[in-house]
T-cell receptor
């Protein structure tokens, strides 16, 4: 089975940097995804990490440590529109690849 | 390239009724997965179809079923609706297993 933990809620100030952590326990790891979901909308893909290290994409970066079962999403130069839920999802290996999603971290960006 | 589309976007039903939701994946995507999202439980996997075959199934009762057509379009059906079935139902498509999933806008179902 899989177990994914991430904080329920975080707040930050516009222009600041925020790090959203995700820890996981899984039998057969095959990549970690981050999705962004605005209220009332569908999740949109942000990043995918399969190897250890940092992947940077504009203001967003995602880090993975497979040995520690740990990932984080780093958001820089926060904007009000970044207020959303951020979902961590882990893919399993073994022929039945379906990502398991965490409950999501609700990020509130205030002026 | 057009994204994943779902119809209808909103639906109101009463207990005991049944409902069918439709999903059209991104062109070229053969895998279609269905999820139920509620505030209390988060995003929960229902089932996944690939080439008209159900390949994976989550822990939902038999009232939840689905199918996939030869053009990769998929439908899910919920019979004998219960109040607890009120949720956002999301469809996601990908080219194949181990590929990134892209979500549709969802169907918001309200059961009264």
């Amino acid at each position: 089975g899989q177990n994914i933990d991430q904080p329920t809620e975080m707040t930050a100030t516009e222009g600041a940097i925020v790090q959203i952590n995700c820890t996981y326990q899984t039998s057969g790891f095959n990549g970690l995804f981050w999705y962004q979901q605005h209220a009332g909308e569908a999740p949109t893909f942000l990043s995918y990490n399969v190897l250890d290290g940092l992947e940077e994409k504009g203001r967003f970066s995602s880090f993975l440590s497979r040995s520690k079962g740990y990932s984080y999403l780093l958001l820089k130069e926060l904007q009000m529109k970044d207020s959303a839920s951020y979902l961590c999802a882990v893919g399993s290996s073994g022929g039945s690849y379906i990502p398991t999603f965490g409950r999501g971290t609700s990020l509130i960006v205030h002026p | 390239k057009a994204g994943v589309t779902q119809t209808p976007r909103y639906l109101i039903k009463t207990r005991g009724q049944q409902v069918t939701l439709s999903c059209s994946p991104i062109s070229g995507h053969r895998s279609v997965s269905w999820y139920q999202q509620t505030p209390g439980q988060g995003l929960q996997f229902l089932f996944e179809y690939f080439s008209e075959t159900q390949r994976n199934k989550g822990n939902f009762p038999g009232r939840f079923s689905g199918r996939q057509f030869s053009n990769s379009r998929s439908e899910m059906n919920v019979s004998t609706l219960e109040l607890g079935d009120s949720a956002l139902y999301l469809c996601a498509s990908s080219r194949d297993a181990e590929e990134t999933q892209y979500f549709g806008p969802g169907t918001r179902l309200l059961v009264l």
